[in-house]
């Protein structure tokens, strides 16, 4: 007998496997150590970040959905998940008493999350929020998170006892008891004064705290978030508030609107926290123009998110490019470290310049925004964006991206094709065939009058048909017209000009009874073979529900849906 053989009937005998490469070894999932187990567990359920959560009354329930469901694999399944308090830890209103009584008992001594919002529409929202509160109450002590929106009268009810382990507090007011410009203010008890001093994340939401009272309970913020604040704090109370916490690593301010008009901030060029990785801010046109002119960004930036809302008295576009100025250092950095931008006239009469890069350590990038300017406007301040930018050497990759609005006028097409660094053209199935005649018209249209300038949009990269069910007759002469020669090796980008005919909507496919368009392959290969134009791409941009197939028809002689 050989060795192996040898060494295979010793198994054999002592009743012991063997296993080979090709025959790996896989140990059941139920075998491992029970907390390895629901370590497992835990990840293969919806996250729990209260500070993600959207003021939804159903964000909890995911979550206790997919656990029950676990819970229904096996015995083994069930026993290990009722034995883990980690599995347990939040409680929300929205589920049923019953349910909620039994993650109260199988946490056992575990941290709690607590979460409550009421109905959108409530008949005796007093009753089910009090009676929310008695069921949690006994566990106070435990709290780690609580997100919690009700009117001003219940808030006694959240601060009349202490709550020793909360560091997390998003507090929401409802039902309309303090109005903006009033001089009334939620009072602070010393039980509320010892959970603000304890705090490391908070949001608070129309919440009109005396900000001079409370300034110097904040000294250990990793994360500020303040949405609708307009009563009882300035901007130089804001930034007081930030300077205590050297900590921070996030700050959000949406519909911030400080009641002074003129912001008189601690020092004249305050620079943010060092440990600041994420700053986003939505206010006014003023309010940002006074904030960002002052303020210094660290270098540990990563994602900076800026709208501002403009109104019927703003005329002047290069207010834009004078707030984005004070950025600037920052905007190119994360440029650079996200490998481009672009910068996009939107439906809607926006302006955005725009990146983002998603990383092991979360998502980079920025997005500065000015809305509500008005169609013509919003064309202006993109073209003085684009006078400014396009030939900077500082930063490769930027693009100029419009939309499909700015294409269905005749005018707005005429200021288009004076923006010679547009290269990027999306155009929706919302645009009306004469308004796609008319640009198409434009986008093979020679001039004669400029050698360096032959054909409207020279920098065009990108042209993106989002949705298409016409036929691509115009498409094609249009790029003939383009192309044509003596200027096609003029115009030719490195790789060709891109057409894309993709449906990046999942909706596209979604009606079965709808009839879809099939581009002929004769066409596409007619498109393709024009000198200038480097790929075109079809079908959709992912896989899509109820999506068929397209086959060849030798009765019909053409392609259909199969």
Wanted: charged share 20%; net charge negative.
């Amino acid at each position: 007998m050989n060795p192996k053989s040898a060494k295979s009937a010793d198994d054999l005998q002592c009743g012991t496997k063997t296993h080979s490469a090709q025959e790996p070894f896989i140990f059941p999932i139920s075998e491992l150590p029970p907390e390895l187990f629901g370590l497992v567990l835990r990840f293969s359920l919806p996250g729990i970040d209260p500070m993600e959560w959207i003021w939804k009354r159903d964000e909890c329930i995911p979550y206790i959905t997919e656990l029950y469901k676990l819970r229904r694999v096996s015995t083994t399944w069930r026993d290990t998940i009722d034995g883990n308090p980690s599995l347990w830890m939040v409680v929300s209103s929205s589920w049923p008493q019953e349910i909620i009584e039994t993650a109260l008992s199988r946490s056992a001594a575990g941290p709690l999350i607590v979460h409550h919002i009421p109905h959108a529409w409530p008949t005796n929202t007093y009753s089910f929020t009090r009676d929310f509160i008695s069921l949690v109450n006994p566990h106070r002590s435990r709290w780690v998170a609580a997100v919690f929106a009700f009117t001003a009268q219940m808030l006694s009810e959240f601060t009349d006892a202490p709550i020793p382990r909360l560091d997390t507090l998003k507090l929401s007011l409802t039902g309309g008891t303090y109005r903006f410009g009033s001089d009334e203010f939620i009072p602070c008890p010393q039980t509320l004064v010892d959970v603000l001093t304890n705090l490391e994340q908070v949001h608070f939401n129309r919440l009109p705290f005396n900000w001079k009272e409370v300034i110097g309970l904040f000294t250990r913020l990793r994360t500020l978030m303040l949405t609708n604040m307009r009563h009882g704090i300035t901007s130089d109370l804001l930034f007081q508030v930030i300077r205590n916490n050297p900590f921070l690593e996030q700050i959000l301010l949406v519909g911030f609107e400080p009641d002074d008009e003129s912001p008189r901030l601690w020092s004249p060029d305050p620079v943010l926290p060092p440990r600041l990785r994420i700053f986003r801010v939505t206010a006014s046109v003023e309010t940002l123009d006074n904030i960002l002119n002052r303020i210094q960004f660290p270098l540990t930036l990563e994602a900076l998110v800026v709208i501002a809302t403009a109104s019927s008295s703003h005329h002047d576009a290069s207010l834009w490019v004078k707030m984005m100025s004070p950025m600037s250092t920052t905007i190119q950095r994360i440029h650079n470290r996200c490998g481009g931008s672009e910068i996009v006239l939107k439906d809607g009469a926006e302006c955005s310049w725009k990146c983002s890069r998603k990383t092991s350590a979360g998502t980079t990038g920025f997005k500065l925004t000015i809305a509500n300017m008005g169609p013509a406007l919003a064309l202006e301040c993109f073209a003085s964006l684009s006078d400014k930018l396009q030939l900077t050497k500082d930063l490769p990759g930027l693009s100029f991206v419009t939309e499909s609005t700015y294409i269905e006028d005749a005018e707005v097409v005429a200021a288009l094709v004076t923006i010679r660094a547009l290269t990027d053209i999306r155009i929706s199935a919302g645009v009306q065939n004469s308004g796609i005649v008319c640009f198409m018209d434009a986008l093979g249209a020679a001039n004669e009058d400029t050698k360096d300038n032959p054909v409207p949009f020279p920098s065009l990269r990108y042209l993106d048909l989002t949705e298409w069910k016409a036929n691509i007759d115009g498409v094609i002469q249009a790029m003939k017209r383009r192309y044509s020669t003596g200027r096609a090796e003029v115009l030719r980008p490195r790789s060709g000009l891109q057409v894309d005919f993709a449906a990046s909507k999942v909706g596209w496919f979604g009606d079965p009874e709808k009839p879809k368009a099939i581009i002929s392959m004769d066409k596409i290969k007619e498109l393709r073979d024009i000198v200038g134009v480097g790929h075109v791409w079809l079908g959709g941009s992912e896989k899509q529900p109820g999506m068929l197939a397209v086959v060849w028809s030798e009765e019909e002689g053409r392609e259909l849906w199969g």
